[in-house]
């Protein structure tokens, strides 16, 4: 499977927008980019994914860079709720997502 | 929105019991997956089952497991003979056709103690 590399943890304010940063440089043309999270005690839960081109949704932001080797997850007003793992995965062809270690969101109050 | 639900939540088991761990996936979904959490650990995938096969499964996934889809909404994995090191959550999850570019709906899991 492709690998993504996430920072281990990041701090973010309430109502600050957050920018959670992910590699992916042995990205294939085809792999899609999948952002999952996790709350405390829960599944993983979808967040929003891309090929290509910028994603919105009424959680989320994706933004892929031009050479598809990195992409940004943006929470536009992070709550104390989005306080989560998440996790950046790279989806090829097949069933499976392959969780890594993911990255630690805090947000303060 | 659709969810997965998983029952029990939490299971309690004595090594080298069965336990038998069920799922109902979001009704018009055709492939449906078992993943595992150690505590502390990261998510791992165990099986993934379509059309009634298993389509692809992890090295976790040796002959003490199994899944099953018995009629048509349940769906179950069994281990056979349970290891204390089988002790993790486990999280159910269905996707509409398994295409690369659609979601996984995740149960919110089953806590499996092995003693």
């Known amino acids: 499977d492709a690998k993504t590399t996430q920072p281990n943890s990041m701090e973010s304010n309430e109502e600050e927008p957050v920018h959670l940063p992910c590699n992916h440089s042995?990205?294939?043309?085809?792999?899609?980019i999948h952002w999952y999270r996790q709350l405390p005690s829960q599944g993983p839960e979808y967040v929003i994914h891309g090929l290509t081109s910028n994603v919105n949704n009424r959680m989320a932001s994706l933004a892929i860079a031009e050479d598809r080797k990195s992409s940004t997850l943006i929470l536009h007003r992070a709550t104390l709720r989005d306080a989560a793992v998440y996790y950046c995965i790279l989806k090829t062809s097949g069933s499976r997502l392959t969780f890594g270690e993911g990255t630690q969101l805090t947000v303060n109050p | 929105e659709p969810e997965v639900t998983q029952t029990p939540s939490h299971q309690v088991t004595q090594m080298g019991q069965e336990v038998i761990l069920r799922c109902v996936p979001i009704s018009n979904h055709l492939y449906f997956y078992w993943y595992r959490q150690i505590l502390g650990q990261k998510v791992e995938f165990l099986v993934s089952?379509?059309?009634?096969?298993?389509?692809?499964k992890s090295e976790i996934f040796d002959d003490q497991f199994s899944v099953e889809r018995p009629d048509g909404s349940n769906f179950t994995l069994k281990i056979r003979s349970t290891k204390l090191e089988d002790s993790a959550m486990y999280f159910c999850?269905?996707?509409?056709?398994?295409?690369?570019?659609?979601?996984?709906?995740f149960g919110s899991g089953t806590q499996l103690s092995v003693l």
């Open positions: 042995t990205i294939s043309g085809t792999d899609y």
């Open positions: 999850a269905s996707s509409g056709r398994g295409l690369d570019n659609e979601k996984l709906f």
């Open positions: 089952f379509y059309n009634n096969e298993i389509s692809e």
